[in-house]
């Protein structure tokens, strides 16, 4: 079937069978092969795109129903040379270690912030629940996804972003007690009634929330 | 950056990571991204039996289908190809060893052993031809239950073992402990299971194997974590060639967890069809295959009796564990419940009588093997669990039995007694407190008793945790009865070229690790040159020296050793070119920081830089020293590292429900000295959430008739965001005695504790209702139909 998709503003005209997966169009016909497939029954998330603007698991999806749409997948969340928030966050937090769910997951997680642009803790973990991660026991996912959205609520343009290619240049070193998470302040509410409360209630509390990168990047101030 | 200033120092910094910009923008690299010319795919027929003679398989209608290039059974490989090998046969493990081949011969003996494999031009109609491939099975009797297994009349898996057995294999002290539980004052006895878990690693395996005819030689590409290893067995066992006529290759791997250390029956199995359609196949497993043939872990079911006096003195205990290895040996399978499980059920403990015996068992199920932790999660939550049931009692608390019977620091290094090495530092008592004192121990416990005044369920568990990891010694790991088939050392080359720039070539490979943001942090550190000035380069058989692999928490104290200690030739090396460069006598030259210099005339220094240069035109060398400044280094170490540690969670139970939910999550953990405290914060997370998942989720089900029932990730509970709570961690720093830089190790460490620790919670949130013990995973129903009585 002929179909015509716009996949990260470019248009692409192709003849496809009618059962190729939108997720393997994508990587054997177009080469983007950043959408990751995971699993065999739409549980993982690693293949997550935006198809107008929805995240959507493109392993469930057929090219032909992209007819027409708009695409964009992680090779196309940059800008101008410039990592999106979410890209840098996930840099940032060290919100990846092997990196096979980190496409789908800042996909979903940049989604989310477009229809919620200050998400607690608990409205975070809820929005990931379709992408799992086997490495980062999803802390730094989370905190990845703080940092996104407290910089593009309209922090100074280019603060904390990187240029792309750039190396992280090592600063003043940190020592271990830095990282070290000290008991939250207030600590456990006294009778937490659910989880959602004791995860709101502590909801961006935590000590070692993203309060600055680890290693500081053009940020203009405190220099080498 | 002016090469004059001293740069800042890297060891200890957290620095983000120099992998995260390819792979946060989609430009990994993994195996199923690499495409080559004429790439053909395959897809393989799994058995849909436990346990069947294959009597006949027809695939004339597959061979037919347009696109499809062969179909390929396992009668034909095995006339070219041997079984995979088994590395690790641990003692007891003798005439019995079998092995998998690249495609069932005869008999298939689980669910989802390969049968056929068809190579096509697409994976679409590969997938399209497995349906139209007719094998008549004959069904045989099938058995999944370890302990089942080994009973006379079970049905017999291998002839070569009786009962199913693999080994009996035993560690300790058999008759000091009998006396020790026959006199004791108290003995609680407990039957506990660690059930079965799929590694689940998000990127599944994935091979793709190229014969160049004109020349003999192979070229694999893998996601594995051990591709030297690979590339050994697969030539010099299963094809029977030259080590030197194979390249493997791990691209970036997504993953792996223990799964990817092993030989895979895929790997020899595209290696065959590459060989015979001429053209390079791609074979990327399915998780629904990654469930049924990549290796399980776990799965063991012991006996403990332990033994101690009224005020909480252990003083011995006897552990029996009924070992399921599955259908075959997998790569290591054998040394997982003896080694790295029997000679470490000493804990944290001064344990004066401890005995064990294993029986390793066949059973029509998926191979067990290595699994995040490997035999000390499993010997975790034996020792763990045991000190809490006997603190239960006799009516102590948890923390204060757990202090009473600590190793102490000077006791230290110190030798548990069950052939274990001794271990090497440690002091258990601060990281107790610390994590006491974290969760607000005393706080938490007056809640608890109010909480269930009012009929609500709240736990706090303990775990103090030993691990053995930086494996080992080869001497120790091979000719002393461990049983392990080479050694366990680990190689690298430092080069400084005469740019100034400096490659480092490593055995050592990530797959997740962030190995290239590390060592280059270690070689800018020891060097005095530039982070961004060194380059890290891993995983390709063809251009790195020799490497045992990732695993067991070892590429730090092992391969950074490895590297470390390169370095350190070449700073001599420097020294003694500054010598000649200054006019100094050699023992006058110090070098520090990138420079070398006539001790008290720093000002009057050689860069690095600059001795590298000059090293390198070689114009004017001193007598007999070779150009270039190239060290290599194979670093066998002379003693495993035992990072520790106390973990802390609390709980709370529904009752009406008998969901669980964990509260907090402390951890203190002692991992020895920190390169990057990041990427061993991150190691420390992912490491808790695979542990809290066994004890809360995450759990393997076979039916009686071998069908695995958790079969996909529909039906296999890997936990997901919401599911896990944050975590809040800190150290403690003991360094390791046994290599320069004193690190330990940290990437199992989280998932060692874990496990234990959440069990230990959820039970304590029970224990006033008369429950003793709960086998994982602690699901709704379960916990709720403990509270019930039903």
Redesign the interface.
């Known amino acids: 079937m002929e179909i015509s998709v716009t996949v990260n503003g470019r248009t692409y005209q192709h003849d496809v069978?009618p059962?190729?997966l939108l997720v393997h169009y994508l990587?054997e016909q177009l080469?983007?092969?950043?959408?990751?497939?995971?699993?065999?029954?739409s549980?993982?998330g690693?293949c997550v795109v935006h198809v107008n603007g929805q995240s959507v698991k493109s392993c469930t999806m057929l090219a032909v129903q992209a007819d027409g749409c708009e695409v964009t997948?992680?090779?196309g969340?940059?800008t101008d040379g410039t990592?999106h928030p979410m890209?840098q966050g996930?840099?940032?937090m060290?919100g990846?270690?092997?990196?096979?769910?980190?496409?789908g997951m800042?996909m979903s997680a940049s989604a989310l912030l477009q229809s919620n642009a200050n998400p607690s803790?608990?409205e975070?973990?809820?929005a990931?629940?379709g992408?799992?991660?086997?490495?980062?026991?999803?802390?730094?996912?989370?905190r990845a996804v703080q940092y996104a959205a407290g910089q593009m609520q309209g922090q100074a343009q280019g603060n904390g972003q990187t240029a792309?290619?750039e190396?992280?240049?090592?600063?003043?070193?940190?020592?271990?007690a830095?990282?070290?998470?000290?008991?939250?302040e207030g600590?456990?509410p006294?009778?937490?009634e659910t989880?959602e409360d004791?995860q709101s209630e502590?909801a961006g509390v935590?000590d070692d929330a993203p309060a600055k990168?680890?290693?500081r990047l053009n940020t203009g101030e405190g220099g080498l | 950056m002016a090469t004059t200033d001293a740069?800042?120092?890297?060891f200890?910094?957290?620095?983000?990571?120099?992998?995260?910009?390819r792979?946060?923008?989609?430009?990994?690299n993994?195996v199923?991204?690499i495409?080559l010319p004429g790439l053909l795919h395959a897809a393989i027929l799994r058995a849909p039996y436990a346990h069947a003679n294959i009597n006949s398989i027809n695939a004339d209608a597959a061979r037919a289908l347009p696109g499809v290039v062969a179909v390929i059974t396992g009668d034909e490989i095995a006339k070219e190809q041997n079984p995979l090998p088994c590395a690790w046969a641990a003692g007891g493990v003798d005439n019995n060893v079998n092995t998998p081949r690249a495609l069932a011969v005869d008999t298939v003996r689980f669910t989802g052993e390969g049968v056929a494999m068809v190579v096509a031009e697409s994976p679409?109609i590969a997938y399209d031809a497995l349906d139209l491939i007719e094998v008549d099975y004959e069904p045989l009797d099938v058995v999944v239950d370890a302990e089942a297994a080994t009973k006379e009349g079970a049905p017999q898996l291998h002839e070569n073992a009786p009962n199913n057995i693999v080994m009996r294999w035993t560690c300790g002290k058999e008759q000091e402990t009998t006396q020790a539980i026959d006199s004791a004052e108290v003995v609680v006895r407990q039957r506990i299971v660690n059930q079965r878990l799929l590694p689940?690693?998000?990127?599944?395996r994935g091979y793709i194997s190229r014969y160049d005819a004109a020349t003999g030689e192979y070229t694999i590409w893998m996601s594995s974590q051990a591709p030297h290893v690979h590339r050994l067995l697969l030539t010099a066992f299963v094809l029977g060639i030259p080590e030197n006529k194979m390249r493997c290759i791990a691209p970036?791997?997504?993953?792996g967890?223990g799964a990817k250390i092993f030989v895979y029956p895929e790997m020899a199995a595209t290696l065959y069809a590459a060989k015979q359609v001429g053209q390079p196949v791609k074979w990327?497993e399915?998780?629904?295959e990654n469930y049924a043939a990549t290796s399980h872990g776990r799965d063991h079911i012991t006996d403990i009796e332990i033994a101690g006096t009224r005020d909480g003195t252990i003083t011995g205990m006897r552990v029996h564990t009924y070992a399921n290895l599955g259908a075959y040996l997998s790569t290591i399978a054998p040394g997982i419940p003896t080694t790295l499980y029997g000679r470490m059920l000493s804990g944290v403990y001064n344990i004066p009588a401890i005995f064990c015996e294993v029986h390793g068992v066949y059973t029509n199920t998926g191979m067990v093997d290595a699994y995040r932790g490997a035999g000390r999660p499993e010997a975790t939550y034996v020792i763990e669990r045991a000190m809490d049931m006997f603190a239960d009692e006799i009516g102590i608390d948890p923390a204060e039995i757990r202090r009473k019977n600590f190793i102490q620091p000077q006791d230290f290094p110190f030798d548990t007694g069950l052939g274990m090495l001794p271990y090497d530092s440690g002091n258990y008592e601060p990281a107790l407190d610390k994590a006491l004192e974290?969760i607000?121990y005393q706080?938490f416990l007056k809640?608890q008793a109010e909480?269930r005044q009012n009929g609500r369920l709240l736990g706090i568990g303990i775990c103090s945790y030993v691990e053995v990891c930086g494996v080992a010694p080869s001497k120790w790991i091979g000719l002393t009865g461990e049983g392990w088939g080479a050694g366990l050392w680990e190689s690298a080359n430092v080069k400084v070229h005469l740019t100034g720039k400096v490659v480092v070539t490593t055995g050592s490979l990530p797959?997740?690790?962030?190995h290239e943001t590390t060592f280059a942090q270690l070689v800018a550190d020891e060097l005095g040159v530039p982070?961004?000035d060194v380059l890290v380069e891993h995983s390709d058989t063809q251009g790195t020296p020799f490497g045992y692999g990732t695993y067991g928490s070892r590429s730090a104290a092992v391969g950074g050793t490895a590297i470390y200690k390169s370095v350190s030739k070449i700073k001599e090396k420097a020294r003694r070119l500054a010598a000649h460069m200054l006019e100094a006598a050699e023992e006058d030259i110090v070098f520090e920081d990138g420079k070398a210099y006539v001790r008290g005339a720093p000002d009057a220094a050689k860069t690095i830089q600059e001795i590298a240069l000059q090293a390198s035109v070689a114009y004017d060398l001193p007598q007999g020293m070779e150009p270039f400044l190239d060290e290599t280094t194979y670093y066998d170490p002379p003693n495993c590292t035992f990072p520790f540690g106390t973990h802390i969670c609390t709980v709370?139970i529904d009752p009406d429900t008998g969901k669980v939910?964990p509260?907090?999550y402390v951890a203190v953990d002692d991992v020895g000295r920190?390169i990057n405290?990041?990427?061993v914060?991150?190691?420390i997370?992912?490491?808790?959430?695979?542990g809290l998942a066994q004890a809360l989720y995450e759990g393997a089900v076979y039916a009686e008739n071998g069908q695995l029932l958790t079969g996909?990730?529909?039906d296999y509970a890997?936990p997901?965001?919401?599911m896990?709570p944050?975590?809040?961690?800190?150290?403690t720093?003991t360094p390791s005695p046994v290599n320069p830089m004193g690190v330990k190790g940290a990437g199992e460490a989280?998932t060692i504790a874990s496990a234990a620790t959440v069990s230990n919670a959820v039970i304590d949130a029970l224990s006033h209702l008369g429950i003793r013990h709960l086998d994982m995973p602690y699901s709704a129903e379960k916990v709720w139909r403990a509270i019930h009585g039903q």
Not at chain 1, 31 to 41: E, I, M, P, Q
Not at chain 1, 167 to 176: G, N, R, S, V
Not at chain 2, 7 to 10: F, T
Not at chain 2, 511 to 514: A, D, I, P, R
């Open positions: 069978p059962r190729l990587r080469n983007l092969t950043g959408a990751h497939v995971g699993c065999d029954t549980q993982c690693a997948t992680i090779e969340l940059a990592y890209q996930f840099w940032e060290h990846l270690q092997c990196g096979f769910c980190t496409p800042i803790e608990a975070i973990r809820h990931l629940e992408n799992l991660c086997r490495c980062t026991g999803y802390e730094n996912i989370v792309m290619h190396q992280a240049k090592p600063e003043t070193p940190e020592t271990a830095e990282l070290e998470h000290p008991q939250r600590g456990r006294e009778e937490p989880v004791w502590n935590s990168p680890e290693a | 740069p800042a120092k890297m200890g910094q957290a620095l983000k990571r120099r992998e995260d910009p792979l946060i923008t989609g430009k990994g993994y199923d991204d495409k679409y689940t690693p998000m990127e599944t970036d791997v997504g993953g967890f990327i399915t998780r629904r974290a607000g706080d809640q909480a797959h997740g690790q962030g982070y961004e709370e939910t509260l907090r920190v405290p990041l990427i914060n991150g190691q997370h992912g490491g808790i959430a695979q996909s990730l529909m890997i997901r965001a919401d896990v944050h975590y809040e961690l800190s150290r720093e989280g």
